[in-house]
Structure formats: C-alpha cells, structure tokens
C-alpha cells in the first residue's frame, strides 16, 4: 500500500504542475495537492530526478519524460485507428489490407489487417529485402526517383523469388518507370505462388506510403475491383489526413 500510496500522491503532483503553465513552487504545490511540505519536496526531488518534471528558478515544470509519455499515447491512438480504418475495410473487402510507407531508405509495414478465413500473405521472404517481388514494394519504388530506386536495388538485389519474379534491375527499372502515378500495381504470383496483390500509391508531400490487399490467385478477377473501391475509399479520407498522419 505504501508503493501504491506514494505513486498516487506522485500523480496528483504532476497534475497540480501540469495546471501551471508558468510552473509552481514546491509550498504551493502541496498546498493544492494536500500534502506535506517534506513529503512533496520528496517527490518532487524523485520527479526531478527521473525527467518527469524540472526544476527552474524554484518552480517545477513538466519535464520530457512526460512529454514522451505524450508522444507515446498520441503513437498508439494512432495505430489504433489505423488498424480500425484496415479492419473496416478488409471486413468490407473480403480480403487482407497492408498499410507501408518508404522511409529512411526502407520498407515498412504499419499496419496489416486479415482474418483466419482472409489470412495475409506468409512473409517466407523478408519484404524490406525483396521490393522488386510484390506489389507494396513496387508501388513505394515507383514514387521515389530514379536515383533512390537504384540506391535500393543496390542495398536489396533483384533476385527470383518465383517462376514469376521479374528476372534483373533494367527489366524492373523500365517497369516502374511506366507505372501510372494514380494507378494500382499490381502483381501476381511474383512473391508468392498462388497469390495476387494490388498496392495503391499514396503521396503526401514527398513521403511514399502505399495500401495493398492480396487475394489467392484464382479469385484473381477480384483484385482490381477490389483495388479500386479501396482507392475510392481512400481518396475520401485523403482531405483530413487523419489516417495519415504518421507519414
């Protein structure tokens, strides 16, 4: 109880400080918080200590621990809507949804969102490693310009994953450079045999995202209906950027 006790007594001091704007003395702050002068000038040496406040001219002001933790709740509301926004749509879709932006020179999935009926694609091949081979790789590849794909294709080599898979760089080069900027790419059994995707681009600024789904490859006649409702969807969030945000 003693633990629980003083965490307690803790918080309402960082509620009491964050009430201030301009920052508080120790004396008024456990005047508010009703405490004991010994036991606030305790805890707060303890918050001081550990980042969660600062001491400036005798008054205390919220420090950057707590600010992390602000950062950090703001991050998982985040992708808690994200992953609602895909759950929405793979529920409406029948199929997997896959979330990726393109940053810091890599590939990287946010969010993915299937069912045990609808299950994603299996990553048997590591999908940072292996862009050329699906369709959320080529998609953010054929945003960036010439010069950041072939600094990828030298990072992560062209190389075949199946019967498929576009054989060398130059055949892969001239493919995206004839991609349409709005227009689904698509792929087919170039990842993985027995499934097609289709990654819709997504530009905001000069950040590359894209959203993809896959289906098996005999329900093939789906994906590009598919992709284009998703699109369609899309573009109608696109003017809040709320889902976006992270980019």
């Known amino acids: 109880m003693t633990l629980i006790g003083s965490v307690q007594r803790a918080m309402r001091l960082l509620e009491a400080v964050a009430g201030h704007e301009r920052g508080a003395p120790a004396k008024q702050l456990a005047r508010e918080t009703g405490l004991a002068l010994p036991t606030a000038y305790h805890l707060l040496r303890t918050l001081v200590h550990e980042g969660y406040l600062r001491r400036d001219?005798?008054?205390f002001h919220l420090g950057a621990a707590v600010e992390r933790l602000g950062?950090?709740?703001a991050e998982q509301k985040?992708?808690?809507?994200?992953?609602?926004?895909?759950?929405?749509w793979r529920d409406s879709i029948g199929a997997p949804v896959y979330y990726a932006v393109y940053r810091d020179g890599e590939i990287?999935?946010?969010g993915v969102a299937d069912t045990p009926g609808n299950p994603a694609v299996e990553e048997w091949a590591d999908l940072r490693e292996t862009a050329h081979a699906h369709a959320i790789g080529q998609c953010l590849l054929a945003q960036l310009d010439d010069d950041a794909r072939r600094d990828h294709l030298e990072r992560h080599p062209v190389r075949p994953l199946t019967p498929y898979t576009v054989r060398d760089s130059d055949t892969l080069l001239r493919r995206l450079e004839r991609a349409r900027r709005a227009e689904p790419v698509v792929e087919r059994q170039e990842y993985a045999l027995g499934t097609v995707c289709a990654a819709i681009p997504i530009t905001i600024g000069g950040a590359a995202a894209s959203m993809a789904i896959s289906l098996p490859s005999d329900q093939a006649?789906?994906?590009?209906p598919a992709a284009r409702w998703l699109q369609a969807e899309l573009e109608r969030l696109m003017g809040s950027r709320a889902l976006f945000i992270s980019i």
């Open 57 to 59: 001219g005798g008054r």
């Open 71 to 73: 950062i950090g709740a």
């Open 78 to 88: 985040r992708r808690g809507t994200i992953a609602d926004t895909l759950g929405r």
């Open 108 to 110: 990287d999935i946010l």
């Open 221 to 224: 006649e789906r994906l590009l």
